[in-house]
């Protein structure tokens, strides 16, 4: 059988890795990767939201590979997320 979430020792080619900690309201997110494995996984978390003024906040870290995406497309993920 196989653990985790790497099955067969591959990635899924369209797979993202989220996290959610609902109990944290964060600035920063470091998430570990290991290039030498391939890892090239964009990796995305969200935190706790909260109010600030009449805006309601998410704080998210994306973490990416820049052989894969721009700072431009995430900009892009970003803005569609802010309603």
């Known amino acids: 059988g196989t653990t985790g979430l790497n099955k067969g020792g591959t990635f899924h080619p369209n797979a993202i890795h989220?996290?959610?900690v609902p109990?944290?309201?964060f600035t920063d997110m470091k998430h570990p990767t290991n290039m030498r494995s391939g890892d090239s996984v964009p990796k995305i978390s969200t935190g706790k939201y909260f109010r600030e003024g009449e805006k309601l906040?998410?704080?998210i870290s994306v973490t990416c590979h820049h052989g894969l995406m721009d700072g431009?497309?995430?900009?892009k993920f970003i803005?569609?997320?802010d309603l």
């Open 18 to 20: 989220y996290s959610a």
């Open 23 to 25: 109990w944290l309201v």
């Open 57 to 59: 906040m998410l704080p």
């Open 72 to 75: 431009y497309h995430v900009a």
């Open 79 to 81: 803005e569609t997320l």
